[in-house]
Every structure is written in structure tokens, then in C-alpha cells.
């Protein structure tokens, strides 16, 4: 790949440069679908640059200057001295989609809620007579604030659930990423691309202990194959996943009241395919094919 004058004056890492283009082309092509363009981006650049270098980089015992973040950044100090002051963006995800994913761990994992083989039962939409579980008592056991009713059609929208030929209420996926929805895709997006990219960057610069962050690579594969593969992460994935779910909700209900319950963890589980004669990409060479 030829160098461009920009990445020759950095004096960054080749192999980070290349690396840093990589992650980038996916983010600038979901921007460009929908129609925002590098001036956008770059005011958002700028933001991130110094909220970064204001967190992350202070010197001991020292107060953090304008200078300093200007010295670390690049930022002009004016523009720096704008942003610092600007009140912090809030990024609280919404009240729907905490919910829904308190929901479907709960859904996915309680014995209330799952068959003897461990999958989500269907569940009668109101509260049974004989005390089977229902989708009522699924909602009412997480919130007593919000209607049941409301929580279904929601998800009838977003296509979460279905009702079947005995109006029950059938869960369509195991995690709560609906087919429809954009605000709560853009925050499943947002949320584990962060985190992949936060534990590949903690790995990259030698921190101990390294998270896990383990892929499978292989290229000059057959549709037919794909299409095997596809189906074999999808079943192994959402069964470590939802083993990882359960204990993850044991482990919650005994460290909720502990002085140190401040942690989270997120482990996340893709799969991805594409035919490199679309873009005449080259081949990623890898070590584990062939």
C-alpha cells in the first residue's frame, strides 16, 4: 500500500496505519449511507480528541491546561478551550432498550422462563390461573412501572417476539438486537464495537492480563461452505453466550450489594463473510488457513 504524505510526516507505526484505515472504511461507509459526510465527522473527531486527552492523559498531580490537550492533540487551544466547556453529551442508552435487555437475559437464563432443554419458552401473554409463567409475569418481575401490554407491542414492532397459532409470546432471537429499530441497533453498535475496540487497544499496547480477543480466518471458501460455517457459529456462539448469560445473572444477584459491584463485562460473538471479488480487495493472509 503507498504511503500518502499525511502518513509519512506522523512518523506512526506503518503497521498501525494500515491497521487504522482498516477499522475506518466500515465507519465511513455506514456514514455515507447516510449522507454525512468528513466534515461532520471531523467536527466529531475533534470533540473525542480532546475529551480523550482531558481523561485519559493528565500528568500527575497536575491540573490539565488547554496547552497540554493543544501539545497532545493537535486541537487548536481555541477550539479546545470551546469543547472543554460545551456540557457533556448524555449517552444513557434508553429506558426501552435497558430494559428489553434485562428482559431477554432474564427470558433466556431463569428456570421460570426456559424449557428443560434451556431455550426460552413461549409464554402466555397474561398471567395464568394454574401459575405457569407468563409473558406478564416476565415484565412484572423486572418492572412494576411499565405495562406488559406496552413491552409487547414494542416488540411486535421491532419484530423481537411473535405470537404463534396459541397467542403466546415466542422470543425470535436470543439477544435483543431487533430486525428493525434503527436507535436500538445504532446503540448495540455503538456499545460493542466500543468495547472490541477498547480490549483490542488495551492488547495492542501490552496490557496485563490481555482480554480474550480470539477470531477464525480462512478465505478461498465456497458459498456452500459459508453457509455451513454461518449456521455452526450461530448454534456454538448462542450456546456459550447464554451459558455465559446465566452465570453472569448468578453471579449479579450475589455481588449486587458488595462495596466493589462497580465492574461490567461485555463479551461479544460475530460472524462476517464477503466475496473479495467485489472490491478486488486482496487476500488477508492469515496463519491458520491451509
Known amino acids: 500500500m503507498p504511503k500518502t504524505e499525511s502518513d509519512s510526516q506522523s512518523g506512526a507505526p506503518p503497521a498501525l496505519v494500515v491497521a487504522v484505515k482498516r477499522v475506518l472504511r466500515p465507519l465511513v461507509g455506514l456514514l455515507l449511507d447516510h449522507n454525512l459526510t468528513y466534515t461532520w465527522l471531523s467536527g466529531i473527531l475533534k470533540s473525542i480528541f480532546v475529551e480523550v486527552a482531558e ?3 493528565r500528568l500527575p498531580g497536575k491540573e490539565q491546561t488547554d496547552s497540554r490537550i493543544t501539545l ?3 486541537v487548536h487551544r481555541k477550539d479546545v478551550r470551546r469543547l472543554r466547556r460545551e456540557p457533556a453529551v448524555d449517552e444513557t442508552p434508553p429506558a426501552s432498550i ?3 435487555a434485562q428482559l431477554v437475559a432474564l427470558w433466556i437464563s431463569d428456570d421460570r422462563f426456559t424449557d428443560p432443554a434451556g431455550e426460552p419458552r413461549p409464554l402466555p401473554r397474561r ?3 394454574d401459575g405457569d409463567p407468563s409473558f406478564d409475569d416476565l415484565v412484572t418481575s423486572v418492572s412494576k412501572d411499565i405495562r406488559p401490554r406496552a413491552v409487547l407491542d414494542e416488540w411486535l414492532r421491532l419484530e423481537a417476539v411473535e405470537i404463534d397459532d396459541q397467542d403466546r409470546v415466542c422470543l425470535k432471537a436470543d439477544a435483543f438486537v431487533p430486525s428493525k429499530g434503527f436507535e436500538e ?5 455503538g456499545r460493542n464495537l466500543h ?3 477498547a480490549a483490542a487497544r488495551h492488547n495492542v499496547q501490552g496490557g496485563e492480563p490481555p482480554f480474550l480477543e480470539r477470531s477464525v480466518y480462512y478465505d478461498e471458501l465456497t458459498p456452500g461452505s459459508i453457509k455451513v460455517l454461518a449456521g ?3 448454534k456454538e456462539g448462542m450456546q456459550a453466550l ?3 448469560n446465566r452465570r453472569a445473572r448468578q453471579l449479579q444477584k450475589r455481588d449486587r450489594n458488595a462495596r466493589d459491584a462497580h465492574h461490567r463485562m461485555n463479551v461479544g460473538i460475530y460472524f462476517y463473510q464477503h466475496d473479495e471479488r467485489e472490491d478486488g480487495a486482496e487476500p488477508d493472509p492469515d496463519p491458520q488457513k491451509k
Open 242 to 244: 447464554k451459558a455465559l
Open 195 to 197: 468495547d472490541h475496540m
Open 55 to 57: 481523561r485519559e492523559f
Open 98 to 100: 435497558y430494559l428489553g
Open 185 to 189: 441497533k445504532a446503540y448495540y453498535f
Open 127 to 129: 398471567r395464568q390461573d
Open 72 to 74: 497532545l492533540t493537535g
Open 232 to 234: 455452526m457459529s450461530e
